[in-house]
């Protein structure tokens, strides 16, 4: 109570932070209504006209002001879930932990968020016979909202409709001076969510920030508490990561961090393979190009490069001993599987993409006859080609090999029985002459 009240006096925020709420007026941010999409200015304007505060928030924000293309339009809201969904004609509540709107419009959706508050003593929390937090839907202020973020430049709020940007926590400051700041206590903020460790690396390498020094300095020593985090949290972060757009920066700045060993498996993975290590960088540089070129990624094949070192030097060692190519590299690739699924939690839905992109590898040193045909008829083909470029880049594979399929797809049709590799071709143009 006297704490409360102590509080309110000096304006002391939650997390002892002392939020000042500085409002930007539309000459000073340089943002457009415009740039929001059709559908998050919608939400925003229904919202606003039913007589709730209503702002674009989060990385959306932060992107636009950095001066890069959002992803996607996230909407915080003083309005309640029940009173979104009223509101908003084509809506769906989702969520039990914490439940979020996604309002619906024909090619998008925007997640509408209502203000959350502290989890306190006296919240209302719900849990399962287990424990499990099933509820926790605790509303705060539009200031708590914001002192529950992670960094201050994603503690942004933009209303659309005055075109302001109103800032709690210097974001505003800190993006122009290109810094990445937590709010609040780092080291108390990450073990709150040690995902934020991993937050903090993609976003100051996708944005190409520095660390603020207090956001920095605690990670090295709480690295270990990402062993608590469920495993396919780590891997849904580690994903984003990789799929970011700056992987192989991303990757730079974890091992810089010491946020790999024995942390994060897929990335042991990724830093821990002298052989493959040029083969995983053309690999991650490649991925990195591709996003920034609007060319879609699949994580299927991104798995499939980070695996291919254990695959070859097993389906090596597999031929080397006697057993014959094919069905030494389809036990290669099993075992690989298998071996690396205790670590590495990637989930099984990705094995089948995986094993059609390595099992097509021997085909492409397969030139004569109606087999290169078929193999460009192949639905898997186009993946299989960018993965064998890959290899022949890394130098595992003739640059030759290479060159020929790219033009064998590139020539008219007509042209391509007269590529046929000579030597691979004689007997069939004998069988064929007489
Ligand atoms: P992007 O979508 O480009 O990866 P983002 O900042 O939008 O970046 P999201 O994961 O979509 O990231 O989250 C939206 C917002 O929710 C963030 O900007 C941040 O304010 C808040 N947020 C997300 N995850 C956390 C977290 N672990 N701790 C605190 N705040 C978070
Ligand atoms: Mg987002």
């Not at 209504?33 to 505060?53: D, Y």
Request: charged share 30%; aromatic share 8%; hydrophobic share 40%.
């Amino acid at each position: 109570m006297i704490a409360t009240l102590i509080k309110k006096v000096l304006r002391i925020g939650p997390r002892g932070a002392v939020p000042k709420l500085k409002h930007y007026p539309a000459e000073t941010h340089g943002l457009h209504p415009e740039s929001i999409s059709a559908c998050a200015m919608r939400v925003v304007k229904t919202l606003q006209g039913g007589g709730f505060k209503a702002y674009i928030v989060g990385g959306a924000v932060r992107d636009l002001l950095a001066g890069r293309e959002p992803k996607d339009f996230d909407v915080a809201t003083d309005a309640t879930p029940e009173q979104v969904r009223r509101l908003i004609r084509r809506s769906r509540i989702i969520g039990r932990r914490f439940q979020i709107v996604h309002a619906i419009c024909h090619d998008e959706v925007v997640e509408v968020t209502t203000f959350r508050g502290e989890n306190r003593e006296d919240a209302n929390q719900q849990t399962d016979e287990h424990g499990r937090l099933t509820r926790d839907n605790v509303f705060g202020s539009m200031e708590e909202d914001a002192a529950r973020r992670d960094f201050t430049v994603n503690a942004l709020y933009y209303d659309p409709v005055r075109n302001e940007v109103l800032d709690y926590f210097n974001g505003v400051a800190d993006l122009r001076a290109r810094r990445l700041t937590m709010i609040g206590d780092p080291a108390q903020r990450y073990r709150e969510d040690p995902v934020r460790m991993l937050r903090a690396v993609r976003f100051s390498a996708k944005l190409g920030f520095e660390m603020d020094a207090s956001t920095r300095a605690p990670i090295h020593n709480m690295a270990d508490l990402l062993l608590n985090v469920p495993e396919s949290r780590l891997f849904d972060e580690i994903l984003k990561l990789l799929l970011s757009g700056h992987a192989h920066a991303c990757v730079g700045r974890l091992r810089a961090e010491g946020l790999h060993h024995d942390l994060l498996p897929l990335l042991d993975l990724i830093l821990d393979q002298p052989q493959g290590e040029r083969f995983i960088r053309q690999s991650l540089e490649n991925t990195d190009r591709r996003i920034l070129e609007d060319k879609p990624v699949s994580p299927g094949f991104l798995f499939a490069t980070l695996l291919w070192h254990p695959v070859l030097d097993d389906w090596k060692r597999r031929m080397a001993a006697g057993e014959k190519s094919m069905p030494a590299l389809f036990s290669a690739m099993g075992e690989t599987l298998e071996a690396q699924r205790k670590k590495l939690a990637i989930p099984r839905r990705y094995d089948a993409v995986m094993k059609e992109i390595w099992g097509l590898q021997p085909r492409f040193e397969q030139r004569s006859g109606q087999r290169p045909f078929r193999l460009l008829e192949h639905p898997r083909f186009r993946a299989a080609y960018d993965f064998m470029l890959l290899r022949a880049d890394s130098g595992e594979l003739p640059e030759e090999i290479a060159d020929w399929w790219t033009d064998f797809q590139q020539v008219p049709p007509e042209e391509r029985e007269a590529m046929l590799v000579e030597e691979e071709r004689p007997k069939r143009s004998r069988r064929r002459r007489r």
